[in-house]
């Protein structure tokens, strides 16, 4: 069997048509389609073409508390060529800083913030590609 290829991740958000015009403009994604149903599913899809992530408010299943969960459980990372840059102007957008930009052991550099409704967005600047 060939391998599989993801087509889109998706999570509960708590004002989805908002939070699409939010991360068009801030995060450079653009809404690939759009339901304007109860759920106001969005299908935003990244600068390059290749990952879509679904962002939608479903009655049927329950809202995580965001802003109480940790960011390690679900966080949506980004890749940044300035993350100081970055983080200054996403938080003169209205996200907050959970963890300012630093290096790791493998010679990255991350930064943790959270949008304006508590969803975890990490900046990231790899010293390698994931994939090559």
Known sequence: MGGMVIEHVAFQHPAPAAAAEWYAKHLGLHVARASDGAAQARFLADSAGHTVLEIYNNAAAPMPDYPAQSPLVLHVA??????????????????????APAPTPSGDTLAMLRDPWGIPLQLVRRASPLLA
């Open 78 to 99: 980004f890749l940044s060529d300035d993350l100081d840059a970055d983080s200054a102007r996403l938080q003169a957008a209205g996200a907050s800083v959970v963890e």
